[in-house]
């Protein structure tokens, strides 16, 4: 390769790995596998070491994969934490050893191997024996602080050191995962409410420790095993320190081994992969590291990896099966991602029964078609994939997948990005799209409010003032004032008319919703079937169609709207802000209603109603509700995060229901 062919490559690698960083590190989601992700590394280093002119200091090989995101303070970590080298053979392996013994020609090498757990980096500090922070690698120089999230998400963690044995000061750092049973526990739920899922608990994880609004009920875990920064220093070798980790009582590796040289370490690699899928974790390979910390510190760091650890990762398992089908799944940022539906197989120790098919190249790379059988794989442990069609096995009048005919039939709006192969829901942030949405959710024929014509809602989007629909429920006149042709009355009688658009009848909230396919009437048709939004939203594609008027095509329609992220946080904003979602006839007095006379204590986020609209619910249905739980409470109404009011009700042994129990018991 010449100069200028390598200058472009490396170009488009680092352009590339930049983008898969984004998404992995910062968003909690990818589109490559690991495998993939590490040979596209290795390309670029190779390419830097055979044209070092080229090598910059921000290069992607030169620095870790930075985590930090807006909304969390920013902590220095006292000492740096670094990423590792990988390798997925065994020679390479030797070669870390032989360079190693290349440094240090006189000494047997002691080596700890320890399982490489695929979660989240985390570095805890511990103060006088008490937790004060806990923080993400970030750019492994500063992190996120995610103290909170750790402590409400970790309940295994303890706050305080066990015993008196610890230095005033120590950071130890370990790892951030969730069991598979919660990450189960969590998509199973998401599949109930018809949600996208998440891809796997590694994502999940890094997610939920970024979130800003607590962990909301979920569980995490987590495993130490590094030191950092320590006053006084007082440990010598790295198998001392498990030993001191698991004597103040945090929970460690479940199994680490302690090997003479490279032979005994590789012997102790072969036994981890055997035992790695009875951990609690999941494990994606071994780290090897020298165990005398001394040795470690002579032998130092390239920029972002130590020379004396190496992580070795394992070859992903391998499985054939039947495609039955292909869908796609909708991302928070209107990604349309295609997905593999597959006859269940055992593959690592778990059942799988869907794949990431990545983009319409890939399917087409490797011309995957519905009805083929295929050769699935963990790749990294984590997220299937289909590695390659048995063509041998393909039926006689099978077709090519036609993506973007595909879509159409779904009635999915979308476009591929360009330059890209990935497909994206038209045109989110185009300002032409958002006043056209406002239009429609504003016009006659849908939530019909006054004094929000062209004009205004031109004003309010060229302000900023509005992105989307539920951003009108928070304007204030005092915003509405600076724009033209405003005056304090006119600002009043706008605030006063988008106030009372909440109580229109909710057909008008559907169609306003702007659900391709679904016109006025359709919206009354569902609305007259499904009596709301919410059983609607809840509503699988079979049970659509039952509605009259409504067909396949529509009902698919329905289906992808609230699947998309996106759709679903402007619904529950909209409904967050006390819009009408119900179509029940308001409670007559004297008439008996579902809750007369019963007291309901709500504890908890709901699924999709917000406190005061199921306040507003229960009233209606005749309850009235209380912020305490007593004997005289009839139900508790919980939802996630219930703390201590959900503990006292199974005490006195109240009625706990659920947010789906509740629609069904207000609305038999
Ligand atoms: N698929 C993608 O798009 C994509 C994008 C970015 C990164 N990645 C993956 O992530 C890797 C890079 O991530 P990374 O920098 O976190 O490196 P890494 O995951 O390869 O290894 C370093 C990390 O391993 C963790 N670790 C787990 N067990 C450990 C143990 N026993 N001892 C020490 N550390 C342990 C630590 O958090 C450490 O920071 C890549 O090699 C790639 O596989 C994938």
């Not at 007095?589 to 507003?616: H, I, N």
Request: contains cysteine; negative net charge.
């Amino acid at each position: 390769m010449d100069k200028s062919e390598a200058t472009r490559r490396i170009r488009e690698l680092r352009d590339t790995l930049a983008r898969h960083d984004e998404l992995y590190y910062r968003q909690g989601t990818l589109e490559i596998e690991d495998q993939e992700y590490d040979a596209l590394k290795r390309e670029l280093a190779a390419l830097e070491a055979e044209f070092p002119e080229l090598s910059t200091d921000t290069s992607p090989t030169r620095h870790v994969g930075d985590d930090r995101t807006e909304g969390f303070a920013k902590v220095k970590h006292r000492e740096r934490m670094m990423s590792l080298d990988n390798t997925y053979n065994e020679s390479e392996l030797r070669e870390f050893d032989a360079r190693l013994r290349r440094i240090f020609p006189d000494r047997e090498l002691g080596y700890v191997v320890e399982p490489k757990i695929d979660g989240v980096a985390v570095c805890l500090t511990y103060e006088q024996g008490r937790l004060v922070r806990a923080v993400t690698r970030g750019n492994g120089v500063e992190g996120d602080d995610i103290t909170a999230n750790v402590r409400e998400g970790v309940p295994a963690l303890p706050d305080r050191l066990a015993g008196d044995q610890w230095p005033e000061i120590v950071e130890i750092r370990g790892e951030l995962y969730m069991t598979l049973t919660e990450f189960q526990r969590i998509n199973t739920e998401r599949e109930e409410k018809q949600l996208p899922l998440f891809a796997n608990p590694r994502n999940l994880t890094a997610g939920t420790v970024k979130q800003l609004a607590g962990v909301g009920g979920r569980r995490l875990e987590i495993v130490l095993y590094g030191l950092g920064f320590c006053q006084p220093r007082r440990f010598g070798k790295q198998s001392e320190f498990h030993q001191a980790v698991r004597g103040w009582g945090l929970p460690t590796l479940e199994r680490y081994w302690t090997a003479e040289g490279i032979d005994e370490a590789w012997a102790c690699i072969e036994k981890l992969d055997t035992l790695r899928h009875e951990f609690t974790y999941e494990t994606d390979g071994a780290v090897i590291k020298l165990d005398d910390f001394a040795l470690q510190a002579e032998a130092g760091a390239t920029a972002k990896s130590p020379r004396w650890a190496i992580a070795y990762k394992f070859a992903a398992e391998q499985a054939e099966t039947l495609l039955e089908k292909i869908d796609v799944q909708i991302g928070r940022t209107g990604a349309v991602t295609p997905v593999a539906y597959l006859s269940p197989v055992q593959l690592a120790g778990t059942t799988v029964s869907r794949a990431t098919l990545h983009n319409e190249d890939e399917i087409a790379r490797k011309d995957i078609r519905p009805g083929d059988t295929v050769v699935v794989q963990k790749a990294g442990e984590i997220i299937p994939q289909v590695l390659r069609v048995v063509t041998d096995k393909r039926p006689a009048d099978s077709q090519p997948f036609d993506f973007a005919a595909f879509l159409q039939e779904k009635g999915i709006d979308a476009e591929r990005v360009p330059g890209q192969a990935f497909w994206r829901l038209k045109g989110r942030d185009d300002p032409a799209l958002i006043r056209r949405k406002l239009k429609h959710f504003a016009s006659k024929p849908c939530l019909d409010i006054e004094n929000l014509g062209e004009a205004v809602v031109d004003q309010l989007v060229t302000q900023g003032l509005v992105r989307d629909p539920a951003d009108l429920y928070t304007l204030t006149v005092e915003e509405l004032l600076p724009l033209e042709k405003f005056a304090q009355k006119s600002s009043e009688n706008l605030v006063a008319a988008i106030a009372a658009s909440r109580d229109k009848e909710v057909w008008r909230l559907v169609h306003a919703l702007g659900i391709p396919n679904v016109g006025a009437q359709s919206a009354k048709d569902l609305v007259a079937h499904f009596h709301g939004l919410p059983a609607i939203m809840r509503a699988s594609a079979e049970e659509l169609e039952e509605v009259d008027g409504i067909g396949g095509i529509v009902a698919a329609s329905i289906r992808t709207f609230f699947e998309d992220e996106a759709q679903l946080d402007l619904v529950n904003r909209l409904i967050a802000h006390g819009l009408r979602i119900e179509e029940e006839p308001p409670a007559e007095a004297g008439t008996e209603t579902p809750l007369t006379g019963k007291t309901v204590v709500l504890t908890g986020t709901l699924p999709t109603l917000s406190r005061d609209e199921a306040t507003a619910r229960i009233e209606k249905a005749g309850g009235k509700t209380s912020s305490s739980v007593s004997k005289k409470t009839d139900y508790v109404l919980a939802g996630e995060s219930a703390g201590s009011k959900l503990e006292k009700a199974r005490k006195l042994g109240v009625e706990i229901i659920d947010e789906d129990a509740f629609l069904k018991l207000i609305n038999p």
